[in-house]
C-alpha cells in the first residue's frame, strides 16, 4: 500500500495527544510506503525520514486568528500534497492507494486531495467539539462541528477510539454504525527513557518533601481535563493523610484560576504548578511519583492512563468517555464519578493508603498493555480497515 497521512501535529510539535498516536503508529506499518504531511516546526528537517516514514513538513506561517491559519495550513498541505501525488506517475511510481486524515484541522485538504484524485479518504476523529462541550453553543463550535460533519461524511471509513466514541459519532452526526472501526490508541512501553543511575532522591526533593507522598495530574490545562475537581478533592486527602502529600500539576498553559482555586482552598503549600514538562523529564518524574489522576470531564480515550501504565503508577479515572473502557475499576486502577471531588478524594486515598493493592494494580495494568494496547497489534488492526477501503474502491465506478 502507498498512504498519505495528514497531520497538523507531529514530533516534535506536540499540541494534544495527536503527535504521539501518528508517531507510534506509523513506524509499525514501515512494510507499506507512508508519506506524512505536517506542519514545519522550529528547526526541523522538512524532509526526512524517521522510523521507515517519509515525513514531509510545509511551511505556514504565522496568523493572528487561529481559524485563518488553519485555513493556510490545509491550503498549504492540499497545494503540496497535490504536487506530490500528481508527480507519482511521471515517476513511473505507484499511486496513493488512500488518504488517512486525523482530525477535522485538516479535513479540507483531506477532501480535496480524495476528491482530485478519487482514492478513499479513512479519518481518526480523536475527539470532537460535541463531546468537549456537552453540546454545539456558540458559532465557533457550529464552525467547527459543520467541519467535523463534513468530514465523517466525506470519509470511506472512520476510526475512532474506543466504544464510547462510536456511540457518540453515532447519536451526534447520524454516522451509521457499519462505516465505523474501534481501534484503541496504543503504546511503546519500553519507550519509557528511564536514567538508572539518575539520584532519585534528589529528584524526588525537586518536588516534594521526604515525608509527602506524590499526586500528580499531567497533560493539557483545559477545563474538560478536570482539575479544578482534582483540587477540590485535595483537602479531603490531605486531612486523610495529615498533610503528607504533595499535588504536582503538570502541563502548559495558564494555570492563574488554579492557583487561585488553591488559595482559596487554602492548600498552596500543598500543590506544585510545573508547567510543560519534556517527556525526557516527565519518564523520571514518574519514578519517584505514587499517584496518578486524570479527572476528566470529557476523554474519548485517555492516553495519558496507559502512559502511567508504562511508566508503573498507580492510576485514578474518572468514569467519563473511553476511560471505563481503557482503566479496569479494582484490576488495572481505580474509576471514580466524573465531576464528584469526594469520589476523586475516595480514589486517591484508596492507592495512598493500601501500598500492596497499589503495586497490584500497578503490576496488571503493566500487563494490560501487551495485552490490549501494543501498537503492533492495533497497527494491523488499521491495516485490515485500509485493506477493505481499497477493496471496495476497486469494485465501484468513483
Request: hydrophobic fraction near 40%; charged fraction near 20%; glycine fraction near 8%.
Amino acid at each position: 500500500m502507498k498512504i498519505l497521512v495528514l497531520t497538523w501535529e507531529f514530533p516534535p510539535r506536540i499540541v494534544g495527544g495527536i503527535a504521539r498516536h501518528v508517531a507510534e503508529l506509523y513506524p509499525e506499518l514501515h512494510h507499506h510506503e507512508v508519506h506524512l504531511l505536517t506542519v514545519q516546526f522550529g528547526e526541523s528537517l522538512s524532509q526526512e525520514t524517521v522510523d521507515g516514514i517519509h515525513i514531509h513538513r510545509i511551511s505556514v506561517g504565522e496568523s493572528q486568528h487561529f481559524l485563518q491559519w488553519i485555513g493556510r495550513m490545509n491550503e498549504a498541505l492540499g497545494k503540496y500534497g497535490g504536487d506530490l501525488m500528481a508527480l507519482q506517475p511521471l515517476l513511473d511510481a505507484p499511486s496513493f492507494d488512500l488518504i488517512h486524515a486525523h482530525d477535522w484541522l485538516v479535513g479540507d485538504a483531506a477532501i480535496a486531495l480524495k476528491n482530485r484524485f478519487k482514492v478513499p479518504l479513512i479519518t481518526t476523529i480523536h475527539a470532537t467539539e460535541y463531546g468537549r462541550n456537552n453540546g454545539i453553543h456558540n458559532d465557533l463550535q457550529r464552525y467547527v462541528n459543520h467541519k467535523e460533519t463534513t468530514l465523517i461524511y466525506e470519509s470511506w471509513r472512520v476510526i475512532v477510539c474506543t466504544n464510547y466514541m462510536k456511540r457518540e459519532l453515532q447519536y451526534a452526526f447520524q454516522t451509521p454504525p457499519d462505516k465505523l472501526d474501534v481501534i484503541f490508541n496504543g503504546i511503546s512501553p519500553e519507550k519509557k527513557r528511564i536514567d538508572p543511575t539518575i539520584d532519585r532522591i534528589a529528584l524526588r526533593r525537586r518536588f516534594a518533601q521526604d515525608h509527602e507522598q506524590i499526586v500528580y495530574y499531567v497533560g493539557r490545562i483545559t477545563y474538560e481535563k478536570g482539575i479544578r475537581q482534582l483540587l477540590d478533592a485535595a483537602p479531603q486527602v490531605i486531612q486523610g493523610l495529615q498533610g503528607n502529600v504533595k499535588f504536582v500539576v503538570i502541563g502548559g498553559g495558564n494555570t492563574d484560576s488554579l492557583r487561585h482555586r488553591s488559595a482559596e482552598l487554602g492548600i498552596q503549600a500543598h500543590c506544585l504548578f510545573t508547567g510543560f514538562m519534556p517527556d525526557i523529564e516527565l519518564d523520571q518524574f514518574q519514578t519517584i511519583a505514587n499517584c496518578a489522576v486524570f479527572p476528566s470531564l470529557y476523554e474519548p480515550f485517555g492516553i495519558v492512563a496507559l502512559e502511567s501504565f508504562a511508566a508503573k503508577v498507580p492510576v485514578v479515572v474518572s468514569d467519563t468517555g473511553g476511560m471505563p473502557e481503557v482503566v479496569q475499576h479494582g484490576k488495572t486502577g481505580i474509576v471514580t464519578r466524573v465531576n464528584n471531588p469526594d469520589s476523586i478524594a475516595w480514589g486517591i486515598l484508596e492507592i495512598l493508603r493500601n501500598p500492596d493493592y497499589a503495586q497490584m494494580l500497578v503490576k496488571n495494568a503493566y500487563e494490560d498493555l501487551d495485552l490490549r494496547f501494543r501498537w503492533s497489534q492495533l497497527a494491523c488492526q488499521t491495516e485490515q480497515v485500509y485493506a477493505r477501503a481499497i477493496h471496495e474502491r476497486s469494485q465501484v465506478d468513483w
